[in-house]
């Protein structure tokens, strides 16, 4: 069936506004997410990947900010209440990915990694494709405040880079736990993919909430 093209929002500038700029944030962190796991590989704790840490927290902190102005936002606006809680939803969602950026960085920070140079890029690919479903996810919710009929393009793709990084995921582990290894080494570097991999998960939950929510508007 054709869902008309629909602006969730209606004629809420302001408040669109303010949707851009938090979903912008979210892929700013998937940039500064993707420099920080590279400079890690390439410096461990350096000026650089301290730097890429101040600049995630920044943009989770302004995140936090937009999203509470769009709570209030939408309370103060006549949506009708189930698609009010759906955006609310929606919103809170995708602020955990921002978290989830941020956290997986400080988690470099305190715990330092000892990542051999044969696994780096198994973390290089793990983390290209995480802040790949993440960003197509993001596009998915762009699409839903704008064009029901697009959600349904970037969802697939959220799918698709989500099932990317579980396979990443997976062949790094074996890879790494057929090495030569200390056991504590091992286990650690997995905790670090999964905790990579886990973001691509998230994503993907978000995506099958999109779905939802457009099937509900299609009613």
């Known amino acids: 069936m054709q869902i008309k093209r629909l602006n969730v929002l209606g004629r809420t500038l302001r408040l ?3 949707m851009d700029e938090f979903l912008d944030r979210v892929s700013e962190a998937g940039i500064i997410f993707k420099k920080g796991v590279a400079s890690y590989l390439a410096g461990g704790i ?3 990947f301290e730097q890429l840490i101040e600049k995630i927290s920044g943009l989770e902190k302004r995140g936090d900010e ?4 769009v709570e209030y936002e939408l309370y103060e606006r006549t949506l009708i209440p189930d698609l009010r809680a759906d955006v609310l939803s929606l919103l809170e969602s995708i602020d955990v990915l921002l978290n989830d950026y941020e956290e997986n960085m400080y988690r470099f920070l305190e715990e330092i990694p000892d990542i051999p140079d044969q696994h780096a890029g198994d973390f290089t690919r793990l983390a290209d ?7 197509c996810c993001v ?4 699409a839903f405040f704008r064009d029901l009929n697009a959600v349904g ?3 697939h793709k959220v799918l698709f880079h989500e099932s990317e ?3 990443l995921s997976s062949e790094a582990i074996q890879r790494i736990f057929r090495s030569d290894l200390p056991l504590s080494q091992k286990c650690h570097l997995r905790y670090f993919l ?3 991999d886990a973001v691509a998960d998230r994503a993907e939950d978000i995506a099958d909430d999109l779905t939802i929510y457009v099937v509900k508007r299609q009613i």
């Open 16 to 18: 669109e506004r303010e």
């Open 46 to 48: 350096s000026p650089e």
């Open 66 to 69: 937009i999203r509470r102005e």
């Open 129 to 135: 494709a995480t802040v790949a479903c993440v960003e």
């Open 139 to 142: 596009l998915a919710a762009r």
């Open 153 to 155: 393009n970037y969802t």
């Open 165 to 167: 990084a579980d396979d």
């Open 194 to 196: 999964d905790s990579i």
